[in-house]
């Protein structure tokens, strides 16, 4: 059996059918080239007969894709198969996707007509579509819920009929993976014709299985997998491409293989993301934020030790420079270190004892420690214990009260305490401190600055004091700016001899 697994891209068809994520041409044909770097061999560009924008996009990518098989969706309706024929006019490569249900459900309700009337309509619309193309492909639409000796049937009298691909969808998602590998399997040991056509695998994710399913029907004879980038289709969602083929590629035991070049999965993941400003889910694999991310300090450890321990996909393989280990109150020593070295810190074991007392003091204030925080601690640290130290600051203020501050301060290793009101509560923080210190102080200059981004992250404050004719600069930083401005202010004092 042929070891090629041939990557159907139903992105700008069925991943397009997601509310909210329609595209234009230009966007299309966009996506549609990325694809074709990517190495996708079919690219289902859209349903022309259901809209004059399908018709222009199906019409365009046809001009400007040239390896793939363009591909255009019908219903077992002529005048559908006859406008597919026109708007795949351009296409060097042009495949008709053609189809009907064949599901007790689809026939008795939805179609209202006959098993046999099914039977012959498929096979009519594949006959009638080899008039316009050598390539057609078959879909019967909820063979998930079929009764395989009728399925069996269907597929042998289409590919009689001519048709090239046979379809073999789980629209509905309702398959558990055995079933749906045992469908594909029946049809391979069934259909006597079986071998005059590439049969397709094509899962919905209604229950979460549409990546088992479809590697379940590759696994029992499936050679082509529909699919989309990130996953993205009706409802649910469709089977993941970068799923499917990372499964393909980490799994040698399998031998098989696709045209897929992963290292541009990542890029074209966020290309369509943006595009139909659908955000990719954190923790989504392969391409989700947390997918090569670690923040325990037990998988960090491991990860810094040797990278397989916790990671089965090198992330440079999907495009991604490398592995994150992300620093929140569950990281360890091991992972702070490696961050440290990375910022060019190379600290002792006791300023890295240090380091690592503040970091988890400030981590259980943050949801995460970025560098500009490690560098602000580093800072801190080689600055070593100063004459004077915040040690306690309660402030009370409110729209009808009058701001009052205590503060606590450790001088020469003395803890004193004042209380004083002001204009607001870093004011009246500050006349707290003054009354502290033997010494008269003007605030020149205050600066508040935010680091990053977020109500937790931490806020960065400059202050300048003048003392007989000399100006003292102060720095400080905190999750909360009253408290960062006035340990600015106590340091730019402390400086004071």
Do not use: W
Not at 69 to 88: F, G, S
Not at 402 to 417: S, W
Not at 438 to 459: C, P, R, W
């Amino acid at each position: 059996m042929n070891d090629k697994v041939i990557i159907f891209d139903t992105t700008l068809r069925d991943g397009e059918q997601v509310p909210g994520c329609q595209l234009n041409t230009i966007e299309k044909i966009q996506v549609a080239r990325a694809l074709e770097a990517l190495g996708v061999d079919v690219i289902e560009a859209g349903f022309p007969i259901s809209s004059p924008g399908d018709f222009k996009s199906v019409v365009e990518i046809s001009k400007v894709v040239s390896n793939p098989v363009i591909c255009a969706l019908t219903r077992a309706v002529k005048k559908d198969i006859e406008v597919a024929a026109e708007a795949l006019e351009y296409a060097k490569r042009k495949r008709i996707h053609t189809g009907i249900g064949t599901s007790p459900f689809h026939i008795k309700y939805k179609i209202r007509t006959t098993p046999e009337e099914i039977l012959k309509r498929a096979a009519d619309a594949v006959k009638y579509a080899r008039k316009f193309v050598d390539d057609v492909e078959f879909y019967a639409e909820d063979a998930g819920r079929s009764d395989n000796k009728y399925l069996a049937k269907v597929i042998e009298a289409v590919i009689k009929a001519g048709a090239t691909v046979v379809n073999i969808p789980d629209t509905t998602g309702y398959c558990m993976p055995e079933e749906y590998g045992e469908k594909i399997r029946y049809l391979k040991e069934n259909v006597p014709n079986i071998d005059k056509a590439v049969i397709s695998t094509h899962c919905h994710n209604d229950l979460g299985m549409a990546t088992a399913n479809t590697m379940m029907g590759v696994v029992n004879g499936a050679r082509q997998v529909e699919v989309t980038i990130n996953g993205i289709g009706e409802r649910a969602g469709n089977t993941s491409l970068e799923e499917v083929v990372m499964i393909i590629k980490s799994h040698h035991d399998l031998k098989l293989k696709t045209d897929i070049n992963s290292k541009l999965i990542f890029s074209t993941s966020r290309l369509v993301s943006t595009l139909m400003s659908m955000p990719v889910q954190a923790n989504k694999a392969i391409v989700g934020r947390n997918a090569f991310a670690h923040s325990s300090g037990i998988h960090q450890d491991g990860v810094l030790k040797k990278r397989e321990n916790y990671e089965i996909i090198d992330p440079v393989e999907v495009g991604i420079r490398e592995s994150s280990i992300i620093l929140t109150a569950r990281s360890g020593r091991a992972a702070l270190s490696h961050r440290l070295e990375q910022l060019g810190f190379t600290p002792n074991k006791e300023e890295l004892d240090e380091i690592y007392h503040r970091f988890l003091f400030l981590a259980d204030k943050k949801k995460e420690i970025n560098d500009e925080d490690i560098r602000i601690l580093m800072g801190e640290v080689a600055q070593g214990e100063k004459a004077l130290k915040l040690e306690l600051l309660q402030v009370t203020c409110g729209k009808s009260a009058i701001p009052v501050a205590t503060v606590g301060v450790r001088i020469n290793g003395e803890v004193h305490t004042s209380t004083s009101s002001g204009n607001g509560p870093i004011d009246a923080a500050f006349t707290a401190v003054k009354h502290l210190i033997s010494k008269t102080v003007h605030l020149e200059e205050f600066l508040i600055q935010a680091i990053t981004k977020g109500s937790d992250d931490l806020g960065k404050v400059h202050v300048q004091v003048e003392h007989q004719g000399k100006i003292y600069y102060g720095f400080g930083t905190n999750t909360d700016i009253i408290t960062a401005s006035v340990e600015a202010f106590i340091d730019a004092l402390s400086k004071i001899k």
